[in-house]
């Protein structure tokens, strides 16, 4: 009588730790799995280092850019009102 009740018992935390750490386990393994890729691939991170100072290069670029822009319309603006005030 006692034997069923404790095989159910066990029965049911074997499929809920299944149920639980399996999902768990599974992202463990992909972590695992791309860390040991990363390793055996070191110029993968210097290509990533070169890409990210290449997009701070065209943040800086983008920058200064829109700062030009931006003086050349108040510039062309200021222009436009001083001949508008002449005329």
Do not use: C, N, W
């Not at 066990?10 to 499929?15: E, K, N, P, Q, R």
């Not at 695992?32 to 290069?57: F, K, N, S, V």
């Amino acid at each position: 009588m006692i034997a069923p009740m404790i095989l159910g018992i066990v029965f049911f935390l074997t499929v809920g730790g299944v149920l639980i750490l399996r999902p768990i386990a599974k992202h463990l393994g992909a972590y695992l799995e791309a860390l040991t890729r990363q390793q055996l691939e070191p110029g993968r991170g210097d290509d990533m280092l070169h890409l990210r100072e290449a997009l701070d290069t065209i943040d800086q670029r983008l920058h200064l850019l829109e700062e030009r822009q931006s003086f050349s319309e108040r510039l062309l603006e200021t222009r436009s009102r001083e001949r508008s005030e002449a005329g």
